[in-house]
């Protein structure tokens, strides 16, 4: 009897240790796995996993690409008509490019959606070499401008995320690199929205399919390369929520985006917006947790700080928030005209304005202005599309708040 009772006891060990090495053989299925989700507004982390461990960036690279890139236009030492010269070294980086050649140039209007949609490593080497006189030089800078805003844990060493063992990243700190490009540069953010863009004859169509397949997603970047699996850090707005979420190692790009779509779901559900600002003091469905904050100080809320008939709020704009304008009804008491515009925004400076305006025009039709108002002794410019006909303008502004894009109708 003593016998048969230690031989059940054996199996039952035995069963325990098979269960246990298959659990662990599970959480090790995949090493290259990472990924976080946090509430864009406040910084709470709603899930995370691996975030802190070491990854290759692959694509997600480009995205600082593009932060350097849209510094430089904010501080005047680019426009969208600059053209950036193509050297050999950037006619020479492999798939995925656009053919470019070395001896031409290329526009930095050309250059955003074709690292955005066609993630082109000859467009990323054009950029660096503009901004930084040599790949490797432009990849300390990224590496610095990285280190400024707390990611302590990413080094670049290109501006592609082609495959280099010394170009390292965390979950944590590309979701970082998300919120700064939504907070820093509003205007230019709908570009990560844009699911098509045409070169030299050629129709480039995005890899980012959850832009146009996953309820709110409006952004922002994927990428692949064998080292790392498939990557993608996209942001979502549901009901005034905004999330962005970061994963990192999937083994396919299906899998990646149903699994990113399961986590941005989840968070969406199990907690009211209440319980979301709240939570910015307390992790949750954390694996392990390093910091609850992600961010210095929240996005600023998208807000309406201009009304139909009256002015900007003048302590709202020296505060340095964007200021949205409030939407309106065709039905509102508006001036009859002939000729209306649809505003989305004043600024500081003449370049954003337009920058902005440039920006609605890849929804809309029509002309881009910048209209410069004095108001308490300064002067801001309002991103205004111009040139449309009273019902034109109300459709466009409804396309615009379709898109993420507050704005509102006025007589031009």
């Not at 930095?108 to 070499?129: F, H, M, Q, Y």
């Not at 302590?315 to 200021?323: D, K, S």
């Not at 002939?338 to 809309?364: C, K, L």
């Amino acid at each position: 009897m003593f016998d048969l009772k230690l031989t059940g006891i054996k199996g039952l060990v035995v069963l325990v240790v098979l269960v246990s090495v298959a659990l662990v053989g599970q959480a090790h299925a995949n090493p290259r796995y990472a990924s976080i989700v946090i509430n864009a507004d406040t910084g709470a982390v709603l899930h995370e996993s691996n975030a802190d461990a070491s990854r290759y960036p692959a694509s997600l690279t480009k995205m600082m690409t593009l932060y350097m890139l849209f510094e430089a236009m904010q501080q005047g030492r680019m426009t969208l008509d600059t053209r950036m010269p193509v050297s050999v070294h950037a006619a020479s980086m492999p798939q995925t490019n656009i053919g470019l050649r070395a001896g031409e140039t290329l526009s930095v209007r050309d250059a955003i959606p074709a690292l955005i949609v066609r993630s082109a490593n000859d467009a990323a080497a054009v950029v660096a070499e503009a901004l930084g006189r040599t790949e490797s030089n432009f990849g300390r800078l990224m590496t610095e401008k990285a280190r400024q805003m707390g990611m302590h844990s990413t080094i670049f060493r290109n501006a592609s995320g082609l495959p280099d063992r010394a170009q390292i990243t965390t979950a944590r700190d590309m979701v970082k690199l998300s919120v700064r490009l939504m907070k820093d540069f509003p205007q230019y953010y709908p570009y990560f929205s844009t699911q098509s863009f045409r070169y030299r004859g050629i129709t480039y169509n995005s890899h980012n399919r959850m832009v146009r397949n996953t309820h709110g997603v409006d952004g922002l970047k994927t990428g692949f390369i064998r080292a790392s699996g498939f990557n993608v850090a996209t942001s979502a707005k549901r009901d005034e929520r905004r999330l962005i979420a970061v994963v990192m190692g999937g083994k396919t790009a299906a899998s990646r985006d149903q699994h990113t779509v399961k986590l941005l779901d989840r968070s969406f559900k199990k907690a009211t917006p209440a319980q979301l600002v709240a939570s910015s003091n307390h992790t949750s469905d954390t694996t392990h947790s390093r910091s609850n904050s992600l961010t210095d100080a929240p996005i600023p809320a998208a807000k309406p700080i201009v009304s139909l008939t009256g002015e900007p709020d003048p302590a709202a704009i020296l505060r340095g928030e964007f200021m949205p304008v409030s939407d309106v009804s065709e039905n509102s008491n508006l001036p009859k005209s002939n000729s209306w515009a649809v505003q989305i925004g004043s600024y500081f400076e003449p370049s954003r304005a337009h920058a902005q305006a440039q920006a609605a025009t890849r929804w809309v039709a029509g002309e881009v202005a910048v209209v410069e108002v004095e108001i308490s002794n300064r002067i801001f410019y309002r991103a205004r599309v111009v040139g449309l006909q009273k019902n034109q303008a109300f459709n466009a502004c409804q396309s615009l708040s379709r898109n993420g894009m507050d704005c509102m109708v006025v007589r031009s």
